[in-house]
């Protein structure tokens, strides 16, 4: 770690030299673009020069033309603006290949082989190059060619069956949890394969999907019934196996409570006066208590509204129960321990601040060397002129 004249502090990214090209849009592509380009590779982002990213106009609020939601995952990168129903643009995506290390694409499934930058014709030009491919249902099967948003693959992967209470409709995950996690893992897969090819020389082919990201989540709950034959019940705020572990009110606010062994559960009964459960028939090991879960509920819900939620934190906590307040987005920005692990960035230019890369190095977490770019913004650094 290095200190500027500035007093601002740098250090050695783990990426530095290894340059990206990012044919992305909306979230998945970019987000993994983002993820490499916070651990120092340079990132070329590929737009289209008709209005660029759709993620750019994802607002309100916008900043500078730009969404929030643009300048957070595109921070850090080059753009420049490529036609690629253009020949001389596909030479010009295939010039920029030729120095890559790693291509990223979200593209609409099938476009980048109808337009001749699929993996085998890039691979062709560069045999080094890894070619990661981020589809909505996967690169094969009757779907292969379906476009895909993150709630539909939340209803297709049946994530939505599993959220909420038994009695409510099918519920959306706020969060765009299928693509944040597949573009985590296309930045795995390419990862992975920087290390076999420092041992082969040379480069590979990553394929991965919301789709299959979707049923990665479920993957306990289809085990299960693959074993059982049973659909898996909604439990609101609970988990389907550890009872209790789930949020409850208090007298004032709600509070999450995680016992998740018979060890806990008895430090719960103590701290809440009825040291009786847990050598209550229904309660005494986990497995009853799952079954006998309304019961246990039951029992607790009352006593837990005689008592605000400060008070029973603090029970609780010296009792040595896993427990937390349910925050608002609001309370979190507040919190200390937000502030503690330094997860905020600030942008160098526009001054916006975000979230930044949940990784440290060295326990050093990178800041961004850039806001994100004006479309085609780099085109002439780049290409020189066009």
Known sequence: IAQHETGERSMTKPLAGIKV??????????????????MGAEVIKVEKPDGGDDARLWGPPFIDGDSVMFHATNRNKKSVT?????????????????????????????????FGIGPDALLAVNPRLIYCSIWAFGYQGPLRLAPGF??????????????????????????????????????????????????????CVIDTSLFETAVNWVSNPLNT????????????????????????????RPICIAAGNDRLFVKLAQAMGHPEWASDPRFEDGRKRAV????????????????????????????????????????????????????MRTLPGSGLQVVGLPISFNRERPHPTADSPKLGEHNTAVFGTM
């Open 292 to 343: 006998n879960r309304d019961a246990v509920i039951a029992a607790m819900e009352p006593v837990l509204l005689t008592r605000t939620r400060a008070a029973w934190m603090a029970a609780l906590e010296q009792a040595g129960v896993p427990c937390a307040p349910v925050n608002d987005i609001a309370e979190l920005a507040k919190t200390e321990q937000l502030a503690a692990v330094d997860l």
């Open 150 to 203: 993150d709630p539909l693959l939340q209803a297709y992967g049946a994530v939505m069956t599993l959220t909420g209470r038994p009695e409510d409709p099918p519920t959306f995950c706020a969060p765009a949890i299928n693509d944040a996690a597949t573009g985590m893992w296309c930045v795995i897969g390419a990862l992975a394969a920087l290390q076999q090819r420092h041992v082969t020389g040379q480069g």
């Open 21 to 38: 090209i990012e044919v992305g849009q909306a979230f998945a592509g970019p987000l993994a673009g983002a993820i490499l380009s916070d």
């Open 225 to 252: 019934y693959n074993v059982t034959g049973k659909l898996p019940v909604r439990h609101g705020s609970g988990s389907n196996l550890l009872v209790p572990y789930q949020t409850f009110e208090t007298a004032d």
């Open 82 to 114: 490529l036609d690629i129903k253009s020949a001389e643009d596909v030479a010009r995506l295939k010039t920029l290949a030729l120095g890559a290390d790693i291509l990223i694409q979200n593209l609409r499934p099938g476009i980048v082989d109808e």
